[in-house]
Nanobody, 121 residues
């Protein structure tokens, strides 16, 4: 069994910063890509950023230049540094990764439980 556990959400004023962390645990052989998504009530979950094990990153246009994704491959952990936060960044942020387990034929798509980010004065 594998789990993704997010942390670091909270309440911040506009223009402030937060750092989200997502740690994967379990019988993990490899995780090629790790990503962050977010969702607000009544809307579909949307892509925020992703990073490959080699370090290649992709960002949604709405967060480019403000958010930075990074990872620690040895600890199967991904981070999301969020700067210059705006009220429209308010959402439940989810970590996602297709995880290759030892002995498994194919990766398992895993989601974390989410961490709330609220940007408000």
């Amino acid at each position: 069994q594998v789990q993704l556990l997010e942390s670091g959400g909270g309440l911040v004023q506009p223009g402030g910063s937060l750092r989200l962390t997502c740690a994967a645990s379990g019988n993990i052989f490899n995780i090629n890509v790790m990503g962050w998504y977010r969702q607000t009530p009544g809307k579909q979950r949307e892509f925020v950023a992703s990073i490959l094990s080699g370090g290649f990153t992709t960002y949604a246009d709405s967060v480019k230049g403000r958010f930075t994704i990074s990872r620690d491959n040895a600890r199967n952990t991904v981070f999301l540094q969020m700067d210059s936060l705006k009220p429209e960044d308010t959402a439940l942020y989810f970590c996602n990764a297709p995880v290759q387990l030892y002995g498994a034929n194919s990766p398992v798509d895993v989601w974390g439980q989410g961490t709330q980010v609220t940007v408000s004065s």
